[in-house]
Every structure is written in structure tokens, then in C-alpha cells.
């Protein structure tokens, strides 16, 4: 029988990234092979001998210099970030920095906001993205964010050195700013910061930062919305990579993408935009039956007024009509479900107001693109 490989684990699981990636990669390692992992999160200065005693067979790494001397040495890579645009690892994770800024902005268009605004890093390749792709989605949807950028790096979830500049930002952001933050850390900072400014979260400002970190979105207060990232499927896949290497099957460097789901909403982005009352009692109703079909009479009935002023209002307001925001608001109570591995999708019809598989597969994918099984796959791994 073989050696069993030896890989060198370097990422830390501190954060939510980390800990979902090593469960989806040891979860692979468990049921298919046999593996040994020696995991040292303080890097190879850690490691008790030279590493090259420890003959390791393959390495997983945050920093493309951290594992410098083992890629030179020809040992396959997995990679989860990188500082800059230069990737020499084996297996890159890249998150789907373009579909989570636009889904992000489509949200806040989706509220009815009319001013965006964005919150980042200046020196991370991977917050330069974000921001590209949320102002390009932005100007597509007739709106120019403002942006800022920190130059240092948060230290115990503040920065004092852009404190100063952060609240003159923040003071200058007119009311009822739609925000997204690059990470978590950064959604939790601009919350902080905007109220010891006296703005009211989520009256004055929404906020919607990356990566659905539960700890740092739930101690927040108001909890954070946030994008998730699904590094539990990207660790699966990278095992499954790197076990075709080890087997010969596979020799490629190769990027596997790390995709996003629907915008997990908690209280920092539970209000809208909308002025207008019984449009805002419409747009509370809609949300309330997310899970099931109505009728527009029935919305016009809630709001006290006839269907025909209802709709003009609604279209006033919001630039579409009251069918199709439910139908958004239903296809994106179904992704929510469809991450939840744990149900079939005659039991997701079931909670979503639909009498079969079939007919819900038909109505996710007119409004999504694509079918409910070929969603689950690309978000949350086979």
C-alpha cells in the first residue's frame, strides 16, 4: 500500500473562510483517502524542524510568500488568497468577487436606494475587485457610488489611523446610503463608525458586507448582512483536485471559483428607500409572502388602495412592477433553501409554495437562468 500523503495546513480558523474551507477539504480527505494533515496556523517559522524533514506532500496556504520555498521545491499548492495579481500555486481559490458585488448592488437597487456607496481596503487585489464590479454594476443601474478606501489594516477590528478620514466620509454620504463593505470586518467598522456619528443603522444608512462571518454579523449591533461565500464547497473541490494530481489523473494548475449565494439579510439592511407609505406596507407584505404565490389585488387590498394606484405608485417608486419584485423576492427565498442541503427539492417546493419540483424548477429558472439542481451544484458543490 502507498504512504498515505502529508499535507501542511497554514490557514488559520479564525475566520469563517478558513474553518468552512478545512471542513469541505478534510470532509473529502476522510471519505476518499487517507491522508495525514499537520496543521500549523503561525506559519512554516512555526513547524519544530525544517520542513523539509517532514518530506510534506502537498501544502494549503493564505500567502503566496508564506509557501515561497515549498513551490520552488515543486510541492503542489493550494492557494486561498493572494496579495497580488501573481499566482504560482497549484490550485487557486478565487472568490466570485463580480457576482457578489453586482448581486449586492442589484439589492440595494432592488430597496429603492438611489445613493451607493462603498467601504474597502487600497491595497487588497481581491477589494479592488469588489469595488470594480460594484461600481460597473452600479453605473449599469444608474447610480455613482462613493467610495473609500483604508490604507492600513484593521487591527482588533478598528483602524485608528483612517478614523479621522472614515467619519468625514461617512458625515459627507447623503441620507439614506446604501453601503457595502469589502469584508465583514469592514461591515462591522462602518457600523460602529456611522453611529458614534449619530446615524441611525438601518434608518439613516444600510449596510451589507463579504464572506457571512456568524460571529462578527451576529456581535454587531445591528446583526450585519453579508454575502456569503461558500469555502465549504471550494475546500471539497480542491481535495478532489488534488487527489486527481496525486493519482496522475491531473497535472494542471487550475482555479477553482468560490461562488456566493443570496445575501443573507439581518437588521443593518432590513429597511427600504421608499418615502411613500402604502408603497412601504405593500413592499412589507410582498416580503411577508415570500414563501407562496398572490394575487396584486390581494397586495392592493393590504395597502387600503385601488390595484390601478397601487401600481403606478409601485412602479413610481421602484422602476418595476408589483408581480415582478415577488417573483424576485420568491426566487430568492428559494436559493436560501437550496443551500440548505438538507432538503430535496419537492421538500424546497413544498416550503415555497409550489406543488412540485417540477413546477418550481420552471419558475426558478425563468427568473434565475438556470435550474434549481444546476444552482445548488455551482454554489454549494455536488
Not at 116 to 131: C, D, K, P, T, V
Not at 231 to 258: M, P, Q, W, Y
Not at 342 to 349: I, K, P, S, Y
Request: proline share 4%.
Amino acid at each position: 500500500m502507498a504512504k498515505p500523503a502529508h499535507i501542511l495546513n497554514l490557514v488559520r480558523s479564525t475566520r469563517a473562510s478558513g474553518r468552512d474551507f478545512i471542513a469541505g477539504f478534510t470532509e473529502y480527505a476522510n471519505r476518499h483517502t487517507q491522508w495525514r494533515f499537520h496543521w500549523e496556523p503561525l506559519g512554516l517559522a512555526a513547524l519544530k524542524q525544517p520542513w523539509e524533514s517532514y518530506g510534506f506532500d502537498a501544502v494549503v496556504s493564505r500567502d503566496h510568500s508564506a509557501i515561497a520555498p515549498l513551490i520552488e521545491a515543486g510541492v503542489p499548492a493550494i492557494l486561498l488568497s493572494h496579495q497580488s495579481e501573481e499566482n504560482r500555486s497549484t490550485i487557486q481559490i478565487a472568490t466570485d468577487d463580480e457576482t457578489v458585488a453586482s448581486s449586492i448592488a442589484r439589492l440595494f437597487d432592488f430597496k429603492g436606494f438611489h445613493h451607493f456607496a462603498f467601504l474597502g481596503y487600497h491595497h487588497r487585489i481581491w477589494s479592488q475587485r469588489r469595488e470594480r464590479h460594484f461600481k460597473d454594476t452600479s453605473t449599469e443601474l444608474g447610480h455613482s457610488p462613493l467610495c473609500f478606501n483604508l490604507e492600513g489594516e484593521l487591527a482588533n477590528g478598528d483602524d485608528d489611523c483612517n478614523r479621522e478620514e472614515l467619519h468625514d466620509w461617512l458625515e459627507a454620504l447623503p441620507d439614506k446610503t446604501a453601503i457595502m463593505a469589502a469584508n465583514d470586518d469592514l461591515g462591522s467598522l462602518v457600523i460602529r463608525s456611522a453611529q458614534d456619528l449619530g446615524h441611525r443603522i438601518p434608518d439613516d444608512r444600510i449596510v451589507v458586507g463579504v464572506g457571512n462571518d456568524q460571529p462578527i454579523c451576529e456581535m454587531t449591533s445591528p446583526a450585519l448582512s453579508s454575502a456569503p461565500l461558500h469555502f465549504r464547497a471550494a475546500g471539497t473541490e480542491a481535495a478532489k483536485r488534488l487527489d486527481a494530481i496525486f493519482s496522475l489523473e491531473d497535472t494542471a494548475n487550475v482555479t477553482i471559483s468560490c461562488a456566493t449565494g443570496a445575501v443573507v439579510e439581518r437588521q443593518s439592511s432590513e429597511k427600504t428607500a421608499i418615502t411613500d407609505p402604502n408603497v412601504a406596507r405593500a413592499v412589507t407584505y410582498l416580503n411577508q409572502t415570500r414563501h407562496r404565490p398572490i394575487s396584486v389585488n390581494e397586495v392592493a387590498t393590504v395597502t387600503g388602495l385601488s390595484r390601478r394606484a397601487l401600481e403606478i405608485r409601485f412602479k413610481d417608486n421602484l422602476s418595476t412592477t408589483i408581480a415582478s419584485y415577488h417573483r424576485e423576492l420568491r426566487a430568492n427565498h428559494i436559493t436560501t433553501l437550496l443551500e440548505r442541503k438538507t432538503l430535496n427539492l419537492e421538500q424546497v417546493a413544498e416550503e415555497s409554495g409550489f406543488h412540485s419540483a417540477a413546477e418550481l424548477s420552471r419558475f426558478f429558472k425563468a427568473v434565475k437562468n438556470e435550474s434549481p439542481s444546476t444552482y445548488r451544484t455551482r454554489v454549494c458543490g455536488s
